[in-house]
């Protein structure tokens, strides 16, 4: 599965969009982006997933170029409880095959 | 939806002993689960995918005799660290893939301190 790379830490203030990127420049046409996101001590909460087209659901957006080679997790209004480190994981939907987790985006939501 | 119960959440043991962390399927079938290490201030390392009525594959590096996975049902996996050392002290986590929509769901964790 193709690696990915983010950036270590992010900051947001509470009410405001958070935006956190992701490159994956060398995923393959049959890898999906998904999003993960753990709070501390917790399993890690699925936020979303997709192929080509931006996707959005109740906890977020998710924003895919045209390559394909990055993409973007939108959290359109951050709140105190969105604070979490946040993983992009590219796979292919083989329900064999592993998730492998990278260091993630630390993200900090401040009042 | 569906749900991945995991037991203990915590657990102490002295070194030598085992600790035996369950990972259940709640409304589902998982013919696959997945473990993970994950220590303090670093992300999920996947130990060994484990496989209903078959061996376990393990990840390189990771010690089979030491940790002992089992899959005995489509609802039940279970990890046993064995002999413990406080070097074993860590968070667990296990996973099972969502066919609906070909992600996974994790457990809540077991955060085992030996001492």
């Known amino acids: 599965d193709a690696k990915t790379t983010q950036p270590p830490s992010m900051d947001c203030a509470e009410g405001r969009a958070a935006n956190l990127p992701c490159n994956h420049s060398t995923i393959s046409g049959n890898e999906y982006v998904y999003w993960y996101r753990q709070i501390h001590s917790q399993g890690p909460q699925y936020i979303i997933h997709?192929?080509?087209n931006n996707e959005t659901n109740e906890m977020a957006s998710l924003i895919i170029t045209e390559d394909r080679k990055s993409s973007t997790l939108i959290l359109p209004h951050a709140t105190l409880r969105d604070t979490a480190v946040y993983y992009c994981i590219v796979r292919t939907t083989n329900t064999g095959n592993q998730f492998y987790f990278g260091t993630g985006t630390s993200l900090t939501v401040i009042p | 939806g569906a749900v991945v119960s995991q037991h203990p959440s915590r657990v102490i043991c002295k070194s030598g002993t085992s600790v035996k962390i369950e990972c259940r399927s709640l409304?589902?079938?998982?013919?696959?689960m997945f473990w993970y290490r994950q220590f303090p201030k670093q992300s999920l390392m996947l130990m060994a995918t484990s496989n209903e009525g078959s061996k376990a594959t393990y990840e390189q590096g990771v010690e089979k005799d030491k940790f002992l996975i089992n899959h005995a049902s489509l609802t039940l996996s279970t990890l046993t660290v064995t002999s413990a050392h406080p070097e074993d002290s860590s968070f667990y986590i296990c996973s099972a893939p969502l066919a609906t929509f070909y992600g996974y769901t994790f457990g809540s964790g077991t955060r085992l301190t030996v001492v």
């Open positions: 409304d589902f079938q998982a013919t696959t």
């Open positions: 997709g192929l080509k």
